[in-house]
């Protein structure tokens, strides 16, 4: 396993996309020290990242 830390900051688009096909098929997201959520990379959407990785949380109804 790896961890990375704002991976693509700085990085230009081309090279982002590049860098995204070869992490792996597996996106574990950490916040406050623990993983709070895993997804296999076909089922993720930047959406749900960004909520995960400020610390949000799903909400059932």
């Given amino acids: 396993m790896f961890v990375f830390d ?5 990085v230009d ?3 982002k996309s590049d860098i995204f ?5 597996r ?7 623990k993983i709070i ?3 296999a990379r ?7 990242l960004r ?5 949000g949380e799903e909400v059932h109804s």
């Fill in 6 to 10: 704002e991976l693509t900051k700085g």
């Fill in 27 to 33: 996106i574990a997201i950490m916040y406050d020290v």
């Fill in 51 to 55: 909520l995960y990785a400020s610390g």
């Fill in 42 to 48: 076909s089922e993720v959407e930047k959406e749900q």
């Fill in 37 to 39: 959520k895993e997804f």
């Fill in 21 to 25: 096909r070869i992490i792996g098929d």
């Fill in 13 to 15: 688009i081309g090279a």
